[in-house]
């Protein structure tokens, strides 16, 4: 008898097709094959490219655009202090 539970094994199968989906999508960014420290990118710099892209709003989620909201003090009711 092994020393391993069944538990053991399906997490180990589970690790292991994880890190195998990972290498083999390529990074969104460059193309080459993603690195499971940086998944879905290949390294840090196409992360770190990844996020400045956000950040720049070269990215967006498209929506319609919120009417503007009243400042704050406006929405609270004031309270008459006797």
């Known amino acids: 008898m092994s020393g391993f539970s069944p538990f053991d094994r399906a997490a180990e199968l589970l690790i292991s097709n994880l890190v195998n989906e ?4 390529p990074c969104p960014i460059c193309g080459k094959p993603a690195v499971a420290r940086f998944r879905p990118f290949c ?3 196409c992360k770190d490219v990844d996020l ?3 950040f720049s709003g070269a990215y967006a989620i498209p929506g319609t655009e919120l009417e503007e909201v009243p400042d704050a003090p ?4 004031s309270r008459k202090r006797d």
């Open 52 to 54: 400045n892209r956000w």
């Open 74 to 77: 406006a929405l609270v009711p």
């Open 43 to 45: 390294s840090g710099r």
């Open 22 to 25: 990972a290498s083999a999508k």
